[in-house]
């Protein structure tokens, strides 16, 4: 039997299901080998079937964490899509500050006290909340990575991230490394993946796709501190879609 | 000699990318630095440029290739992929010749790997004599800045004038066909030879003196450099990625979305990267950046000299300007030693290599037949296989297959049966992906085989022997291989003792034949288990491995040892046969290692300067009891 896919969105753009959909020509294959069972981005139907559920989006509610928790309950398989599953993703930027005043900031002197609509918490990723067998990191997701990882899981293989950093692509595309022209760059420290789609055009890896396992965060932070970027700058962009993560 | 005017060179360009004489790939500009890119035009041809990003070894060994295509749904239908397209690089540096030249020793000498010979024979090289050296190079001291061979042709542009050079009949041919050059001047030649001279003393940055880095390397094999360099480094890979002179690769299968088609690619890999060396266990020989960072230079400086005659550097300076830490430029770092060379000397000693220039499909797996399937234990499987060609698999104990699924991968496993048969076994044990899915393969189900590859066990240095053969865990499948063997060949050898440990009773293999060996006149068998859990029995020896030694009744100035087992068993094993008198020379083990190739080119086995594919995995202990990466 094909297993059944479901797609589930929390707190995203849903821009990393668009990009499942963008798989054009490639999306009958899909279809051909799973059963897309839930997808708010394409359809109507729903069910709670499911084999493998890809998680969009952070959590930032109860609610949010209560239904995840039940989908974690029904799949067998449970894989987070895009950064802001991965890692919590640029809504972490948020936990900078106490939730109160973020509230504040945002709604205002609006009555939202006890509707859980509003209830938010500090923003969590996937993996802060359940267990995540698989992720497929990005902001967006690759949508070639997606249906490598697709087909290695329907193939019953562990599918697997690059252990290396974005480096080895750019090197690979024959890229001139940003720094030498005053950008900056977190690829030295993040996992590839992407193609190293930034620095191929041009602009410094914003670390979307996550730390590698284990990042040489002193090595880099030495070498952007030679190249002239201050703590400033450099916190900003470490926090941009790993705020308070390992390694710094 | 010959000569172009200007223009009529810039012809020359023009009617081979219009008249299609192959794809004509030169040095354009990108951006502010230049790189090897299709030609459109002649106008766009840089020969002034001082260095490309990405050296010309992209042309031949491409960043991402595809090496078979297979469609799965079939019973075991793959074919290879070549890329047959024409091609003339058009401005190659001498510095960048003299790698492809090393390139061509390291990918058509021995094993000759028939994707590269093809792309090989199928590329055009004009050379170009440099007409601006990038800042970090420091070819003048290595005599890389000019090249005698390799090229087709070598041209030198003076400005109105183009000079060249013909190497091949190839380069004649070519100009024949979309020129008419005429003969160079005598003035014209002495223009060359100026012109290369004041290049090769052009370039500021030297060798401090004039040392050998292979003898300067073995001196300083622990020398704080290592240690303080690589604190720095990002183990980011760019210093290998972007040497002309390292060609190590990783291979890798995909299938499309329809999980019926797909192909088996080779992409670039690099020593720097941390799972260079990842084996199936999950255990990492390399593990430190140190370590890696070290092996980049030992590589380069002594392990390659020592196998080919060259030092795998040509002085181009690509590492030093995109390592982003600057710790990569193999000329400080060698400057550095040289400058300070440590007391103690450590040669690293490379076992003799035979360069046997073998030419067969190397790449490609050929079908065989799960005829049998019998489950060990929880964890492994013994196999018995037949090649679907009808022909017997010729090996010797202790050499290893590569056994594939397709779209799953491929791993290398020892065969663990003594020759002779029609057919051959594998032990597997479930570990990963490609493991897990063969043990969902059933009798009459098909896999890939490639080899027999490696050294196995010199079985004529062995017989007339008194043998010891001590395994430890699933280091007994290769192990019974030679057992066997003796016991096959029984006259040829004379007492033979076997101890066998393991971790507890249910994992314990091969019981058959431990029951045969049991019972057999002049053999000894000695079992024990680390431990016995609740729930299993066991009433032998319990204890490690070494308690077995001091029960074995051998003489131990007149017994060939061969140990086999876990990574961690070999330390131990030997000290204690040491102790009893076991000259090293006795001693024989066969050691694991990331096998991709098994020919001695994707570089992930190396033990030091050894290829485990190659010269192991069956290694006399004196040869490789002095390099510090062996046990
Ligand atoms: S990871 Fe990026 S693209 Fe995907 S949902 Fe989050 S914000 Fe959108
Ligand atoms: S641009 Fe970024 S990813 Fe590319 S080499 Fe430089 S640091 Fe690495
Ligand atoms: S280069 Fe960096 S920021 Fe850009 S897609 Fe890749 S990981 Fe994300
Ligand atoms: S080691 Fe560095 S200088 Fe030497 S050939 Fe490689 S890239 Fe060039
Ligand atoms: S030596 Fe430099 S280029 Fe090489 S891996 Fe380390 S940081 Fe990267
Ligand atoms: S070099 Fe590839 S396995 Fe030895």
């Known amino acids: 039997m094909k297993p059944r896919v479901a797609f589930f969105d929390f707190a995203s753009c849903e821009g990393c299901q668009l990009n499942v959909i963008n798989l054009e020509e490639k999306i009958l294959d899909l279809i051909s080998i799973v059963d897309v069972v839930t997808f708010r981005e394409a359809m109507t139907e729903r069910t709670d079937e ?7 989006g952070s959590i930032n509610r109860p609610m949010d964490e209560e239904k995840l928790k039940k989908i974690r309950a029904n799949a067998k398989v449970l894989v987070a899509l895009g950064a802001c599953a991965h890692t919590g993703g640029v809504n972490k930027l948020r936990n900078q500050w106490p939730v109160e005043n973020v509230k504040k900031e945002v709604y205002g002197d609006a009555d939202i006290e006890g509707n859980p609509l509003f209830d938010a918490f500090q ?8 267990k995540v067998d698989f992720y497929i990191p990005g902001c967006p997701i690759d949508r070639n990575e997606f249906a490598r990882m697709v087909t290695q899981i329907a193939m019953g293989r562990t599918p697997k991230l690059p252990t290396y950093p974005v480096c080895v692509e750019c090197k690979k595309n024959e890229n001139i490394c940003v720094f030498e022209y005053g950008e900056f760059c977190l690829g030295p420290i993040t996992r590839a993946g992407c193609d190293a789609i930034c620095p191929t055009n041009g602009e410094g890896c914003d670390g979307c796709r996550g730390y590698l396992d284990d990042p040489k965060m002193n090595a880099a932070k030495d070498v952007m501190l030679k190249y002239g970027i201050t703590l400033d700058m450099m916190m900003k962009k470490l926090n941009m879609y790993n705020y308070k993560k390992e390694g710094y | 000699m010959k000569a172009l005017s200007k223009q009529k060179w810039l012809e020359f360009i023009d009617r081979m990318i219009k ?44 960043t991402c290739e595809s090496l078979l295509e297979f469609d799965i749904s079939q019973p075991f239908d793959v074919q290879v992929k070549k890329e047959d397209q024409k091609k003339i690089l058009v401005g190659v540096h001498p510095y960048d010749m003299v790698a492809i030249n090393m390139m061509d020793r390291i990918y058509l000498d021995t094993h000759v790997d028939e994707h590269y010979e093809i792309r090989r024979n199928n590329t055009t090289i004009i050379v170009s004599d440099i007409l601006n050296i990038p800042d970090r190079a420091f070819c003048g001291s290595l005599g890389t800045h000019v090249v005698d061979t390799g090229y087709d042709l070598l041209v030198t542009d003076l400005g109105d004038t183009v000079v060249i050079a013909v190497g091949t009949d190839k380069g004649t041919e070519l100009l024949d066909k979309y020129a008419s050059p005429r003969d160079a001047t005598d003035s014209e030649k002495g223009d060359v030879e100026n012109l290369r001279e004041t290049t090769g003393s052009s370039y500021t940055r030297k060798m401090a003196d004039d040392y050998n880095w292979s003898e300067v390397l073995k001196e300083n094999y622990e020398h704080p450099i290592w240690d303080e360099n690589a604190r720095k480094c990002l183990s980011c890979g760019s210093c290998t990625l972007v040497c ?14 329809n999980l019926v088609k797909g192909k088996r690619t080779r992409t670039w890999d690099g020593c720097l990267l941390k799972d260079f060396t990842l084996v199936g266990s ?9 370590e890696r960072y070290r092996h980049r230079y030992y590589r380069k400086g002594l392990y390659l000299p020592q196998r080919f005659g060259f030092v795998a550097c040509v002085g181009c300076g690509r590492c030093a300007t995109q390592c982003l830490p600057d710790i990569a430029d193999p000329l400080e770092v060698m400057n550095a030693l040289a400058a300070s060379s440590m007391e103690e000397k450590k040669e690293l000693p490379i076992p003799e290599v035979e360069v046997q220039g073998i030419k067969e499909e190397l790449l490609l797996p050929v079908s065989a037949t799960i005829m049998q399937k019998h489950k060990m234990n929880d964890l492994e499987t013994l196999y018995t296989l037949k090649l679907d060609s009808g022909k017997k698999l010729e090996y010797e104990p202790g050499q290893f297959v590569e056994v594939s699924i397709f ?6 496993i020892s065969i663990s049966s003594s020759p002779g048969a029609e057919t051959f076994e594998l032990l597997i044990r479930r570990l990963g992906d490609l493991t897990t899915a063969i043990e969902r393969l059933m009798p009459g189900d098909k896999v890939g085989i490639r080899g027999p590859f490696g050294n196995g066990f010199d079985t004529d240095e062995l017989e007339g022997n008194n043998m010891l053969y001590i395994g430890g865990g699933c280091g007994l499948a290769p192990l019974r291989s030679i057992i066997n063997y003796s016991l096959d060949n029984r006259k040829d050898f004379k007492d033979v003792t076997i101890l066998y440990g393991c971790k507890d009773p249910d994992s314990q293999l091969f019981h058959s034949d431990l029951d045969r060996w049991e019972k057999m006149e002049g053999v000894d068998l000695f079992t024990a288990v680390d431990s016995c859990p609740d729930g299993q029995c066991w009433d032998g020896n319990t204890g490690v491995i070494t308690t077995l030694i001091p029960k074995a009744k051998f003489d131990p100035k007149d017994t ?28 024989i083990v066969s050691l694991e290692r990331r096998m991709k190739c098994g020919v001695g080119k994707c570089g992930h086995c190396q033990i030091n300067g050894v290829y485990v594919c190659l010269e192991g995995p069956v290694f006399n202990y004196k040869d490789i009891k002095e390099l510090p990466e062996a046990l």
């Open chain 2, 407 to 412: 779209g799953i991968g491929e791993a290398p």
């Open chain 2, 560 to 587: 060939k040892v061969i140990i086999v087992g876990p990574p961690i068993m070999y330390k131990f094993v030997i000290r204690d046969i040491k102790a009893l008198g076991v000259p090293d020379e006795n001693i």
């Open chain 1, 50 to 56: 499911y084999d493998i559920a890809f998680i969009e």
């Open chain 2, 244 to 257: 002309p002179t390292c060609v190590c690769y990783d291979v890798e299968d995909e299938m499309e979305l």
């Open chain 1, 123 to 130: 923003t969590k990723a996937v993996d802060e909340c359940v």
């Open chain 2, 19 to 62: 008249e299609d004489a192959g794809e004509v790939i030169g040095v354009k500009a990108k951006g502010s630095r230049f790189h090897f890119s299709p030609l459109d035009a002649a106008a766009d041809l840089r020969l002034d440029y001082d260095i490309t990003l990405l050296p010309p070894k992209k042309e031949l060994l491409p």
């Open chain 2, 282 to 290: 999950g255990e990492t020989f390399r593990e430190s950046p140190m």
